[in-house]
């Protein structure tokens, strides 16, 4: 399936250091999305790049997208204490039209202050 | 405007009740969604909506488990004969047409079957 699989799965860095986590998946896709999530609630939409993008910023995000290796990047930089969280990638299933969301296990972020 | 609601918040119910689960998308967003979340894992797919009908119902894990939407907006997870491995956090998301499918999540029911 078009499940996003992001790596590392676990991340601890010190407030104000960059953050960056990858993602890689399977077949083509028309975007990418990404997300982040709390405490296991409240999954937050970060970004969509869309596979004609190779670089979209948001604030202290940016993301990548290489549709040649398949995979992408979340970067955060001067990273906060309230960046802690799970991060996600959300390729849409490579089945036509279909609109569900396939995802990974997601990068747990810890920034220590 | 109002984002997606859930409710209820928690739910605790034994093992072989019945439970509902209901969600609330945002106004006039056409597709909604339905995943689950078990702790340190991803959110997984069960279902989900366009308009009234179920455009895509393969991750329902069996016939206990059944969602509608009969009017478009609202929307109701039902979960018969409950079992301990149901437990879990059930998502909820909304999307409008031609916005690149960005999906918009409620805060989720968290439910626990003893």
């Known amino acids: 399936s078009q499940q996003g699989e992001e790596d590392p799965q676990a991340l601890s860095i010190q407030e104000g250091e960059n953050a960056t986590m990858n993602c890689s998946y399977k077949?083509?896709?028309?975007?990418l999305q990404w997300y982040r999530q709390n405490s296991g609630r409240g999954l937050v939409h970060l970004i969509l790049?869309?596979?004609n993008e190779r670089e979209k910023h948001s604030g202290r995000l940016r993301v990548t997208l290489d549709t040649s290796k398949k995979s992408s990047s979340l970067l955060i930089t001067a990273s906060r204490a309230a960046d802690t969280a799970s991060y996600f990638c959300?390729?849409?299933?490579?089945?036509?039209?279909?609109?569900?969301?396939?995802w990974g296990l997601g990068t747990s972020l810890a920034v220590n202050p | 405007g109002a984002g997606v609601s859930q409710t209820p918040s928690n739910k605790v119910t034994e093992k072989g009740k019945y439970v509902e689960l209901r969600c609330d998308p945002i106004?006039?967003?056409?597709?909604l969604y339905w995943y689950r979340q078990s702790l340190g894992q991803g959110p997984e797919f069960l279902i989900y909506?366009?308009?009234?009908?179920?455009?895509?119902d393969s991750g329902l894990p069996n016939d206990r488990f059944f969602a509608v939407r009969p009017e478009g907006s609202v929307s109701t997870l039902k979960i018969q004969r409950t079992e301990r491995g149901d437990s879990a956090v059930y998502l909820c998301?909304?999307?409008?047409?031609?916005?690149?499918?960005?999906?918009?999540f409620g805060p989720g029911t968290r439910l626990t079957v003893l």
């Open positions: 998301a909304s999307s409008s047409v031609g916005n690149d499918n960005e999906q918009f």
């Open positions: 106004s006039g967003h056409t597709a």
């Open positions: 909506f366009q308009g009234t009908g179920a455009a895509d």
């Open positions: 077949t083509s896709i028309n975007n």
């Open positions: 790049i869309r596979s």
């Open positions: 959300a390729p849409p299933s490579n089945a036509g039209n279909n609109r569900k969301l396939i």
